[in-house]
């Protein structure tokens, strides 16, 4: 994998092999669907925190409890289908070539 994707694949999702030509299209889907799934978490991370604090909420547990689901939603939301961050993420990895994007180079 090349171009401004090629080293968050590397760190965020080791053991995805971009690079080879048989499960290229797959991997990439892949790898498109995790980075969103992280942005969706961080998005939903942050518009928890806009929650107010109310007598039956709180404690460790629920802190456990709220990462876990935040994480899995943020998943979710990137897994399902029609999923606009995730093509956009997806088309912009195949139209990578040679770490300059074909709109950078102007066609």
């Given at each position: 994998?090349?171009?401004?994707?090629?080293?968050?694949?590397?760190?965020?999702?080791?053991?995805?092999?971009?690079?080879?030509?048989?499960?290229?299209?797959?991997?990439?889907?892949?790898?498109?669907?995790?980075?969103?799934?992280?942005?969706?978490?961080?998005?939903l991370?942050?518009?928890?925190?806009?929650?107010?604090?109310?007598?039956?909420?709180?404690?460790?547990?629920?802190?456990?409890?709220?990462?876990?689901?935040?994480n899995?939603?943020?998943?979710?939301?990137?897994?399902?289908?029609?999923?606009?961050?995730?093509?956009?993420?997806?088309?912009?990895?195949?139209?990578?070539?040679?770490?300059?994007?074909?709109?950078?180079?102007?066609?």
């Amino acid at each position: 994998m090349t171009g401004a994707y090629a080293d968050i694949g590397a760190a965020a999702l080791p053991g995805l092999d971009i690079t080879g030509p048989a499960a290229n299209v797959r991997d990439a889907e892949t790898a498109a669907r995790e980075l969103a799934g992280v942005f969706y978490s961080m998005m939903l991370k942050e518009m928890q925190k806009t929650v107010p604090e109310n007598p039956f909420t709180g404690g460790r547990g629920e802190e456990v409890f709220r990462s876990m689901w935040v994480n899995e939603m943020g998943r979710a939301l990137a897994w399902r289908r029609g999923d606009a961050l995730s093509e956009a993420i997806l088309d912009d990895m195949k139209t990578t070539d040679g770490g300059e994007s074909r709109a950078a180079q102007g066609g």
